[in-house]
C-alpha cells in the first residue's frame, strides 16, 4: 500500500528558503507530485518527479530519491504569498490514482 | 477556460437527505475522481473513475454514489447524508494519455449535514 508522511507544519521567515521532506513506502511507485493548497481554495499542481533528481521550476524546486522513498519540495526567496500547505502525492504503478499526505502547513513570518 | 466546475459551492443538509454534488470538466480527460478533505486527514479518495461507463471505489466510498454516462460529467450522489459526511468535497480529473498528467481539481463543494 502507500503511506505518505510530511511535517504538519512549518514556520519560515520571509525571504529564506524553506525546504518540505516527504517519504512514501508504495507498492509499484510511478510518480510524486507536489501541490499547493491556500487556505479555503484548491489544491494546485507545482511539480512532478518521477525520475531521481531535481526538476527546478522559478522559486521551487523538487527532488526525488526512489531508493529512499523520499522526496522535498524547496521554496527559495520565500514571499508571503507562499503561505498555504503543501500536498505531497504519490501515484501507483499502472494507476491513475494520488495518494496525498496530510499537508504540510507552512507559515512565512516577516 | 472553464477546467472542473463544481456545484454548488456550499450546501446544508439534515441527516437521512440525499443530494448530488456534480462536477464537469471540459479538457476531454478521461480520469476524474472525487476527494473528500477533513482536518489533520488530507486528501481521501472517494470514488474515481477511467471513462465513460466505468467507475471505482476509492479509500472511503461508504454512503456515496458515482455514475459516469459521458466523458464531461462524474456526479457524487450522497444516499442518506449522515453528520460524519461534513466535509469539504472537491472533484479532479487528469489526462490519461500521459504518466506526468496532473490532477486539476475544481474549486471545492462545502457540505454540513447537521
Known amino acids: 500500500g502507500q503511506n505518505i508522511d510530511q511535517p504538519t507544519e512549518m514556520t519560515a521567515t520571509e525571504g529564506a528558503i524553506v525546504q518540505i521532506n516527504c517519504t512514501y513506502q508504495t507498492s509499484g511507485f510511478n510518480g510524486l507530485f507536489w501541490y499547493q493548497q491556500h487556505a479555503g481554495e484548491a489544491p494546485t499542481f507545482l511539480s512532478y518527479?518521477?525520475?531521481?533528481g531535481l526538476e527546478e521550476k522559478g522559486r521551487f524546486s523538487s527532488f526525488l530519491s526512489r531508493s529512499k522513498g523520499y522526496s522535498y519540495l524547496l521554496l527559495k526567496e520565500l514571499q508571503m504569498k507562499d503561505s498555504a500547505s503543501y500536498l505531497c502525492a504519490a501515484r501507483r504503478a499502472g494507476s491513475y490514482q494520488l495518494t496525498f499526505g496530510k499537508g504540510t502547513k507552512l507559515s512565512v513570518i516577516p | 477556460n472553464a477546467g472542473v466546475t463544481q456545484t454548488p459551492k456550499f450546501q446544508v443538509l439534515k441527516t437521512g437527505q440525499s443530494m448530488t454534488l456534480q462536477c464537469a470538466q471540459d479538457m476531454n480527460h478521461e480520469y476524474m475522481s472525487w476527494y473528500r478533505q477533513d482536518p489533520g486527514m488530507g486528501l481521501r479518495l472517494i470514488h474515481y473513475s477511467v471513462g465513460a461507463g466505468i467507475t471505482d471505489q476509492g479509500e472511503v466510498p461508504n454512503g456515496y454514489n458515482v455514475s459516469r454516462s459521458t466523458t464531461e460529467d462524474f456526479p457524487l450522489r450522497l444516499l442518506s447524508a449522515a453528520p460524519s459526511q461534513t466535509s469539504v468535497y472537491f472533484c479532479?480529473?487528469?489526462?490519461?494519455?500521459?504518466?506526468?498528467?496532473?490532477?486539476?481539481f475544481g474549486n471545492g463543494t462545502r457540505l454540513t449535514v447537521t
Open positions: 479532479a480529473s487528469s489526462s490519461a494519455g500521459q504518466r506526468n498528467s496532473p490532477l486539476h
Open positions: 518527479n518521477v525520475l531521481d
